[in-house]
């Protein structure tokens, strides 16, 4: 089955430690991107991908880091330097290129709560 | 103004009924809408993407008026089982580019 999974499931962690989140994709999607939502809002965009070993900023990127060393994986970590990172986060893909490949598949996402 | 604006509900509606939702976009040189749904604490699934005037897929139907800049989604006879969030999104890139504005999203509670 061609999918996307996100572990682990639910994270917690100490203030001031860096965690990582990790987000795998065998569906032969181009770009990936991560994004978080919390309670009442709509997602916002941390970082996006399009190609390996490229990556950009979105709107919300500060106290976040990414790699993109394989078209399959798009791992982020969330720094100390993140103020509020209590949330849900969400792992996306797209096949990418013009036409019908904008249609975006999440996964399952990873809750982390900050103690 | 928002870049995307939907009600956020709750829509209350008893079983077999049907209700509307909009979805209002500020750029007018969006290319693509898509419409997800979520279920509490779970991942938004994708419900059906838009790319010219509408869609249909069985008891859900999306229709778009660029001359409006809205996106609805209708759903016909409601079941128990649509009570869930519903996302409009809107791709407003350009060139090929991808940029995805979500909205907030519209709650709908399905009664018995």
């Known amino acids: 089955d061609g999918g996307i999974t996100q572990s682990p499931k639910y994270l917690f962690r100490k203030e001031g430690q860096n965690v990582t989140l990790s987000c795998e994709q065998n569906?032969?999607?181009?770009?990936m991107y991560w994004y978080r939502q919390d309670p009442g809002q709509g997602l916002r965009l941390i970082y996006y991908?399009?190609?390996?070993?490229?990556?950009q900023k979105g709107d919300i990127a500060e106290g976040y880091s990414v790699s993109r060393e394989k078209k399959e994986s798009f791992p982020l970590t969330v720094t100390s330097a993140q103020k509020n990172p209590t949330a849900f986060y969400l792992c996306?893909?797209?096949?990418?290129?013009?036409?019908?490949?904008?249609?975006?598949?999440f996964g399952p996402g990873t809750r982390l709560t900050v103690l | 103004r928002k870049e995307v604006e939907q009600d956020p509900g709750p829509f209350n509606v008893p079983e077999g009924a049907t209700v509307a939702f909009n979805c209002t976009y500020s750029?007018?040189?969006?290319?693509?809408f898509f419409w997800y749904r979520q279920d509490c604490r779970k991942e938004p699934k994708l419900l059906m993407s838009?790319?010219?005037s509408g869609n249909e897929d069985g008891r859900f139907t999306a229709q778009l008026n660029r001359a409006s800049q809205y996106i609805s989604l209708l759903i016909r006879d409601s079941k128990l089982s649509d009570s869930a969030t519903y996302l409009c999104?809107?791709?407003?890139?350009?060139?090929?580019?991808?940029?995805?504005?979500f909205g907030t999203g519209t709650r709908l509670k399905v009664l018995a």
């Open positions: 750029n007018s040189a969006s290319q693509s």
């Open positions: 838009v790319y010219s």
């Open positions: 999104v809107v791709n407003m890139g350009t060139s090929g580019t991808y940029k995805y504005i």
């Open positions: 996306a893909s797209t096949l990418g290129g013009r036409g019908r490949g904008d249609t975006q598949y």
């Open positions: 569906l032969n999607h181009d770009a």
């Open positions: 991908s399009q190609i390996v070993n490229d990556f």
